[in-house]
């Protein structure tokens, strides 16, 4: 019996070629070239790098090879058969010794040979090959992060927050909200040594979690470990976060807010105190937006950040002692956030196109110089593997061949990061083109104000130290100069 057979996979729902798209070129091929397909075998969605060979499908068709069934084997590529170099190189080595015709349906595949130089070309590919579902896998994760950082991965959520079933988007009940504040607001009065504490009066009062969704397995009650992952889970101040390949990824989105960012990060001190065994705190942690900007007129030293007391009410004040200099970080921060938002939009106005003029002139010469060598390096890669290939033909001795085949497969793999840097490059400078329309988009200063007030803070503060070159306080007022493109400075009084 001499069968032919065809074999289609595909790793997952995000790869190009699918199954069906193999199946297409399979019937395609095999009318072009007077071939009948005896039989098929499918792995849908099985990844060759996560799945071993003995669990997949293509291991029957390595059985009927061995038996002697299988003489044809028609298939779309050669990254279809494994993702391992050592794997790939064993089923190479069944084909070759039951000399099975092996059909590529893809165009640009080499046809697969079982002499000295064909299994010389088989090393390189399957080397090639394990490298593609390396990075494969890298684009499958970043692709999920991409999705997640556009607010539609959902995964499991945290207690409070559901999917609505019309709109398909994260919310958060009423009720939730409600059941979640109060978790909060009992921590905040720091009337509680330890969450076991905090999980008494809840127990006391009754207060349980509210079945949101059906699960097998559900207990209303609140424990500690549930207290303390519901005051450590940053999506309730509105930041979502999730792990892809050991990095974190986050997202925001002012729907997931339940408690503000401030009271938020209260509750992650007074926690720690919780669970270091320490006292609570008394004294809350306030943000300063200017904490080593502002600097005594006086010593020219940083102001000291302290949180103190007013009216029952806990401010920020930025203050030297020695000097006897004391503002309230509220008001400080938020007119010279102003002040320099307003003077960025002026510049920005003014002299934006003029600016960008001069950065893409400098940006697009260093490119064209990276391009220029990246291309030479290219240059020099293929001349050492043609070099390589040419003394590979002549070596008879094994050890010294496969050192030089290893070196070969690496040059192979250093070539096509290199080609993969000039593409990158050549992007970057594509996308530097579209950066005077976006200039052009902030004619709205009021619009424009809006944006920066709703930066994160460490973003604010990158603004601040951009534009800053002195904010110095004295009892008569404030000093304030900031960076100009083409003058010395910009003297606010």
């Not at 009992?186 to 969704?213: A, D, F, G, M, V």
């Not at 559900?218 to 940053?234: C, G, R, T, V, Y």
């Amino acid at each position: 019996m001499s069968l032919t057979v065809a074999y289609y996979r595909s790793s997952s729902e995000l790869q190009e070629d699918s199954v069906g798209t193999q199946q297409f070129y399979a019937m395609q091929y095999c009318s072009n070239n007077m071939l009948l397909i005896d039989d098929e075998f499918t792995d849908e969605f099985v990844s060759a790098k996560l799945v071993p060979l003995k669990k997949r499908n293509f291991h029957k068709v390595i059985e009927g090879i061995n038996k002697g069934d299988i003489k044809t084997l028609i298939i779309y590529k050669r990254d279809r058969l494994a993702r391992d170099v050592v794997e790939y190189m064993e089923i190479y080595s069944v084909l070759r010794r039951h000399n099975v015709q092996v059909h590529f349906t893809a165009s640009h595949e080499a046809p697969m040979r079982f002499d000295e130089m064909g299994e010389f070309y088989e090393l390189i590919m399957a080397g090639l090959c394990q490298h593609e579902g390396d990075q494969i896998k890298l684009r499958i994760s970043e692709a999920r992060a991409a999705t997640f950082q556009k607010g539609k991965h959902k995964g499991n959520l945290p207690y409070g927050y559901v999917i609505n079933e019309e709109t398909g988007k994260i919310m958060a009940p009423l009720e939730a909200k409600e059941n979640i504040k109060l978790i909060f607001s009992e921590l905040l009065s720091e009337k509680y040594n330890s969450t076991n504490e905090l999980r008494w009066y809840l127990k006391r009062n009754n207060i349980q979690k509210l079945r949101l969704k059906e699960t097998k397995k559900f207990n209303p009650e609140w424990n500690s470990k549930a207290i303390e992952d519901l005051i450590s889970n940053p999506m309730y101040m509105g930041m979502r976060q999730m792990n892809f390949k050991g990095d974190p990824v986050n997202y925001s989105h002012k729907d997931y807010v339940i408690i503000d960012v401030e009271n938020w990060l209260r509750a992650q001190d007074i926690l720690q105190n919780m669970k270091s065994g320490k006292l609570r705190s008394k004294r809350p942690k306030g943000s300063f937006l200017l904490e080593e900007i502002i600097t005594c007129g006086v010593c020219k030293s940083p102001l000291k950040t302290i949180m103190r007391q007013r009216m029952k009410n806990w401010v920020g004040v930025y203050e030297c002692k020695e000097h006897k200099i004391k503002l309230l970080s509220d008001e400080a921060d938020s007119e010279i956030f102003d002040i320099c938002s307003s003077y960025f939009f002026t510049i920005l106005t003014d002299y934006g196109e003029n600016l960008f003029k001069v950065f893409f002139t400098k940006r697009t010469d260093v490119m064209k110089q990276e391009i220029k060598q990246l291309e030479q390096t290219i240059d020099r890669l293929t001349g050492r593997i043609v070099s390589s290939v040419k003394r590979l033909i002549g070596i008879k001795n094994v050890m010294e061949r496969a050192g030089l085949e290893n070196k070969l497969v690496a040059l192979e793999l250093k070539l096509k990061e290199v080609r993969e840097n000039k593409e990158q490059i050549v992007f970057q400078t594509e996308k530097l083109k579209e950066l005077p329309a976006q200039i052009k988009s902030f004619k709205d200063k009021t619009k424009f104000m809006e944006v920066l007030k709703n930066l994160e803070l460490h973003e604010r503060l990158v603004l601040l130290k951009d534009i800053i070159i002195i904010a110095n306080v004295t009892e008569e007022g404030m000093e304030l100069k900031l960076k100009h493109p083409y003058l010395s400075s910009y003297e606010v009084e």
